[in-house]
């Protein structure tokens, strides 16, 4: 089974913190993905990448960054922490385009104080 | 993006079926309708997807009104196990998953 796995479960960070959220997946797939997901308003698509080194920005992409130096990690930055990023976030990976093939990890829920 | 509309909640008893409905009345000829689940702190699973005909596979039935304006994912014999927020979204093969906020079936033993 494909598996994508996101380093923590858990993580609370201060205000103002730079904050590393790491998603790694085993089955080699070319697109990786980066939501965020809040009571009432869903996923929301933060970044995605189809190939290393390429990143593309999703619906909300301010006050976070991405990098993409190997094909299996791919990795949210929240540059400067604020509160109302409190949130849970998602990885999912995909092979190819094709929307019936993405994979999620179990998610990171981030609490910034 | 074509929307989709669904109920915000349904309730089901174990070992009945459930019938989830989706409204897309916008959907353009290359939209898919996939359909995933998200179980209770986990992140969203695939369950099914379809174009035009009806679907089956060991999760669910799709079921796509002719004039594909809505569908209905059934899940045969509901299980405590299938208590999750069901997301029906349409896009097409190259597009992006984009989530709306979903329907949470709870399932009463």
């Known amino acids: 089974d494909v598996k994508v796995t996101q380093s923590s479960r858990y993580l609370v960070k201060r205000t103002g913190e730079k904050v590393f959220l790491e998603c790694v997946q085993d089955m080699d797939h070319e697109n990786m993905f980066w939501y965020r997901q809040d009571p009432g308003l869903g996923l929301r698509l933060i970044y995605f990448?189809?190939?290393?080194?390429?990143?593309e920005k999703g619906d909300i992409p301010e006050g976070y960054s991405v990098s993409r130096e190997k094909k299996e990690r791919f990795s949210l930055i929240l540059e400067s922490a604020s509160t109302n990023q409190t949130s849970m976030y998602l990885c999912a990976s995909s092979l190819g385009a094709l929307p019936h093939g993405y994979t999620f990890g179990s998610g990171t829920r981030l609490t910034v104080v | 993006d074509a929307k989709t509309t669904q109920p915000n909640s349904m309730e089901s008893n174990e070992e009945e079926p459930v019938h989830l409905p989706c409204n897309h009345s916008?959907?353009?000829?290359?939209?898919?309708i996939h359909w995933y689940r998200q179980l209770p702190s986990q992140g969203p699973e695939y369950v099914i997807h379809?174009?035009?005909s009806n679907v089956n596979n060991r999760m669910a039935s799709l079921a796509i009104a002719e004039d594909r304006k809505s569908s209905t994912l059934i899940l045969h014999r509901a299980t405590l196990r299938d208590a999750a927020v069901y997301y029906c979204i349409l896009c097409r093969n190259t597009d992006k998953l984009i989530f709306g906020t979903g329907t949470r079936l709870q399932v009463f033993p």
């Open positions: 916008t959907i353009s000829g290359t939209d898919y």
């Open positions: 990448s189809y190939d290393v080194k390429m990143k």
């Open positions: 379809g174009l035009t």
